[in-house]
């Protein structure tokens, strides 16, 4: 009996001192497997007499409970602590801040594409694309300027030499187009064209639009008309717009195209320099030289036409006042167009 104290005692100091499952489990075999300290006592019965079998059997099942029920309890214990450890060493600190991102934003001139491709699309045009380093024939000479004519002056071109230029307007995506399509058409051209030309209103590279429509009963009128539609729609605006006459050496009549001034409705400020208008695009009624000149019998049909800068769309309609500073990818600039 005294023994089977002692072996309480030691088995319930043991226990409490097991840190991991593994000598726990040591412990079990030590006390309770089948070679263990009480196994061993259960053995030794026989040698007992049989008056006092009882007893002693009672009792040794007595400490075996109460081993069983100290190393259920540490197991729990230490599985607990398992846990707990498990957490502090996997835990996440929500309270770390995010990590912010830098957003970009749509440059103006790209939403000024974007808001010219949508108009145009739903009015059923189809948008066409050509080559900016192009031949002199199809940026000159086939929009009704041949070699030596005084209208290539107006145009400062960069030449390459083996007759090839940068294109310095989009026309010649509409020769292109009335070469490679046949009438009725409906075609815009948009993308970059270059000048010899860099000061406050004017760069080397800039982007310009340039639609054409060809049918067998077009009209200037129908051009007044899509021209309004279009104006309007784009500057979300019902101002005034009127039409001077001009000189194009691809379009007969040709004509400017004004619009109110959006900052004074016309009534004289900076911006219109205190004449109330401001110049938007240039058109005109298909030259018939220039329909004849790609296959297109002018008898027949007839054409018009209108180019407008890209640029100067979106100085307008953002109230920015000096174009470089479309170029110059401030990103203080820029940003101010992030919505
Ligand atoms: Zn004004």
Known sequence: MQALEEILKHAEFSISQA??????D????????KK????????????????????????????????????????TVLINKLIEDQLVSEAIDVTLPGRLLNV?????????????????????????EGPEIEEDYYNFTALNVPPLHPARAMQDTFYFGDGL????????VQIHAMKKMTPPLRMVAMGRVYRRDFDLTHTPMFHQMECLVVDDSVTFADLKGLLKQFLHEFF?????????PSYFPFTEPSAEVDMACLNC?????RICKNGGWLEVLGCGMVHPNVLNDVGIDSEKYRGFAFGVGIDRLTLLKYGISDLRSLFENDLRFLKQFSS
């Open 165 to 172: 230029l940068l294109r310095s307007q989009m026309s010649p």
């Open 36 to 75: 263990g300290q009480l196994t061993e006592y259960l053995k030794t019965l026989g040698q007992l007499p049989p008056e006092e079998r009882p007893v002693a059997g009672q009792k040794i099942n007595v400490v075996k409970e109460k081993i069983q029920a100290l190393i259920e309890e540490r197991n």
């Open 236 to 244: 979300e605006t019902d101002a005034p717009i009127r039409f001077r």
């Open 26 to 33: 040591n412990y079990r075999v030590q006390y309770l497997g």
């Open 104 to 128: 970009g934003s749509i440059h103006p001139i790209t939403k000024t594409f974007n808001e010219l491709k949508h108009i145009f699309s739903k009015m059923g045009f189809v948008f066409m």
């Open 19 to 24: 840190t991991d499952l593994k000598s726990l």
């Open 265 to 269: 409705g016309g009534k004289g400020c």
